[in-house]
T-cell receptor, first 115, second 116 residues
Framework: IAGITQAPTSQILAAGRRMTLRCTQDMRHNAMYWYRQDLGLGLRLIHYSNTAGTTGKGEVPDGYSVSRANTDDFPLTLASAVPSQTSVYFCASSESWGLAPNEQFFGPGTRLTVL | AQKVTQAQTEISVVEKEDVTLDCVYETRDTTYYLFWYKQPPSGELVFLIR??????QNEISGRYSWNFQKSTSSFNFTITASQVVDSAVYFCALSEAYSSASKIIFGSGTRLSIRP
């Protein structure tokens, strides 16, 4: 059982290029999330999905898009990468949000550098 | 608005010392949840604890303990008899209840280094 997998592990990308970070979970969790982690800023939510077919914007959604075609996959796309998107990206999942927020399970992260 | 403050950016102690990581939060909600996560050098975040706003009992799990005080809006984390394996970045987080996933807020983290 892998939990959450992310691909690629790391990537160097030229500014202006399109990039999709992949995230797959095998826990059948309804909710999934994308965060970016920057030094001194902690984790900031980019986009989330409460259930398959729905998505929502987090704290820093600009420049990113997501889709949730099924329960397991939650890809994050940078349509035209910029250097300020250099960061470590974490995907996470949890059981249904519902009345009480559940613990989140995190993937290993993707280190993205935009030059 | 919600806010989580972890004022201690970095802490370094010698092994076997006790250490407390501070977390102060702000929220207007009466029902909310607090979390602590650990991020070891490997990078993956690991859940440690969840506490709801109605439960102010302190919690102890082995060498870890948490002190939740609504009067001071704090949810501090203490490691007793620290070990080198405790070296990590620790994040405190706050979430409203009955809300969507957009309402979880993480603090900026405290980097804890345990020296042998």
């Amino acid at each position: 059982i892998a939990g959450i997998t992310q691909a690629p592990t790391s990537q160097i990308l030229a500014a202006g290029r399109r990039m999709t970070l992949r995230c797959t979970q095998d826990m059948r969790h309804n909710a999934m999330y994308w965060y970016r982690q920057d030094l001194g800023l902690g984790l900031r939510l980019i986009h989330y999905s409460n259930t398959a077919g729905t998505t929502g914007k987090g704290e820093v959604p600009d420049g990113y898009s997501v889709s949730r075609a099924n329960t397991d996959d939650f890809p994050l796309t940078l349509a035209s990468a910029v250097p300020s998107q250099t960061s470590v990206y974490f995907c996470a999942s949890s059981e249904s949000w519902g009345l009480a927020p559940n613990e989140q399970f995190f993937g290993p992260g993707t280190r993205l550098t935009v030059l | 608005a919600q806010k989580v403050t972890q004022a201690q950016t970095e802490i370094s102690v010698v092994e076997k010392e006790d250490v407390t990581l501070d977390c102060v939060y702000e929220t207007r909600d009466t029902t909310y949840y607090l979390f602590w996560y650990k991020q070891p050098p490997s990078g993956e975040l690991v859940f440690l604890i969840r506490r709801n706003s109605f439960d102010e009992q302190n919690e102890i799990s082995g060498r870890y303990s948490w002190n939740f005080q609504k009067s001071t809006s704090s949810f501090n984390f203490t490691i007793t008899a620290s070990q080198v394996v405790d070296s990590a970045v620790y994040f405190c987080a706050l979430s409203e209840a009955y809300s969507s996933a957009s309402k979880i807020i993480f603090g900026s983290g405290t980097r804890l280094s345990i020296r042998p």
